[in-house]
């Protein structure tokens, strides 16, 4: 019994790393509640659920939000790579109009496709990448 506790206040403690982790990423890219929302598949309305987020609260334990993350943090880690010396161009690139998505920006095209959306601007990346 006590270790099933222990696995699940890791699990917790675990999943408020990654929030705290993704909501400094999103700060990063300087995106609007409303877009930080929509890159986690949240109503634009549900500001209290980034705030705790940011507090560092563990993110839910829904399938789609930890696959979100993992891939808001694998676009991340892509645009590292392919950015190493432009920390700047890394972080702004998610919302820089892109001819690759008919020039709109990255942000825009997971507002307006959902996950399928986040899963074309990973593909892209990874593509770029070579992956």
Request: aromatic share 8%; no cysteine; net charge positive.
């Amino acid at each position: 019994m006590a270790a099933v506790l222990e696995r699940e206040i890791f699990a917790s403690q675990d999943r408020g790393a990654l929030a705290k982790m993704v909501m400094t990423l999103l700060d990063h890219w300087k995106l609007s509640t409303e877009d930080q929302a929509a890159l986690l598949g949240l109503a634009a309305t549900n500001r209290a659920a980034l705030s705790n987020y940011r507090s560092g609260k563990p993110i839910g334990t829904s399938r789609d939000q930890y696959e979100r993350v993992g891939h808001l943090l694998g676009i991340h880690k892509n645009l590292r790579l392919l950015f190493p010396q432009n920390r700047d161009l890394a972080y702004s690139w998610m919302t820089t109009r892109n001819k690759a998505f008919d020039h709109r920006t990255p942000v825009e095209v997971v507002k307006e496709w959902g996950f399928a959306g986040l899963l074309m601007v990973r593909g892209y990346l990874d593509r770029a990448r070579g992956v």
